[in-house]
């Protein structure tokens, strides 16, 4: 389980490193190659399977 933990909040280190690379503009930039879709709107999206887990595992 500490493993699972551990590698999930790796993951989420690389969202962080992710964002702090993109400007706030490309940050909310719509690319039509994955059908207008932002990095933020992507990176909101795993959030929100995070918290829907959180959620059901409480």
Excluded: W
Excluded at 7 to 13: I, K, S
Excluded at 15 to 28: A, C, F, K, N, Q
Excluded at 29 to 57: E, N, Q, W
């Amino acid at each position: 389980m500490i493993s699972l933990i551990r590698d999930n909040c790796d993951f989420l280190q690389q969202g962080i490193d992710l964002l702090e690379r993109h400007s706030p503009e490309t940050y909310v930039k719509g690319d039509p190659a994955t059908f207008g879709s932002s990095v933020g709107a992507h990176m909101r999206h795993v959030l929100d399977h995070y918290a829907s887990f959180i959620v059901g595992a409480g």
